[in-house]
């Protein structure tokens, strides 16, 4: 029973990646930001956040499994160029759900 429950879980697992762009004016005094997940068959989230959502959305809803220092250096890159990828991030569809971004069904 113990090994079907934990195949389950890897089952809903999902492996993409995660993009970040800067959707607001770069002379705005409030920064907003578009965020989608999309894993390697094309399912996708979506949603929009400012710049305090984007960091509890990094560190806490979403816990991305990176270095405090990595994910530092990625936020300097999407306020510095506009846009930040985060490749092979593993994530459940229910935590990109609970961190508030829309699925978005496979078009085809």
Known sequence: MGWDI???AEVQQMEGTLDIQRISDP????EHYQVRYEDVIGETFVGGVDQEELHDLLYRKLALDLSD???ERSLEALVRDGRVLFPEIVLKPDELAGAGLKYLPVEG
């Open 69 to 71: 220092e990595d994910l």
């Open 6 to 8: 934990q195949i389950l």
């Open 27 to 30: 002379n705005s005094s409030q």
